[in-house]
Nanobody
């Protein structure tokens, strides 16, 4: 059973940066589709940045293009979300998610994800 634990959230001023971590245990993240999602108060959970199992395809929400990037450390079985030029509208609980089945095309379809972390809160405010 794959377990995911997010960390790295906190309070940051507009224009600042944060790096979120998603540490996995139980299964390797290698070769698995991974997604970062977020849910702001009163809004539905939305996909922010997702990569395919093949690592050849990445989906970025329009709102984060050019500001958010994903990386990983295979030795630590951890995926990171680097968030730069943060805006107040980025305030949300951020979740990482993993899909069991292999994919060649990135998708941030929530229903396609099989494992979810409990989230970490990011607050962008002055």
């Amino acid at each position: 059973q794959l377990q995911l634990v997010e960390s790295g959230g906190g309070l940051v001023q507009p224009g600042g940066s944060l790096r979120l971590s998603c540490a996995a245990s139980g299964l390797s993240l290698d070769g698995r589709a991974i997604g970062w999602f977020r849910q702001a108060p009163g809004k539905e959970r939305e996909g922010v940045l997702c990569i395919s199992s093949s690592r050849s395809s990445t989906y970025y929400a329009d709102s984060v293009k050019g500001r958010f990037t994903i990386s990983r450390d295979n030795a630590k079985n951890t995926v990171y979300l680097q968030m730069d030029s943060l805006k107040p509208e980025d305030t949300a609980v951020y979740y990482c998610a993993v899909r069991r089945t292999y994919t060649y095309t990135a998708s941030c379809d929530r229903s396609g994800m099989d494992y979810w972390g409990k989230g970490t809160l990011v607050t962008v405010s002055s």
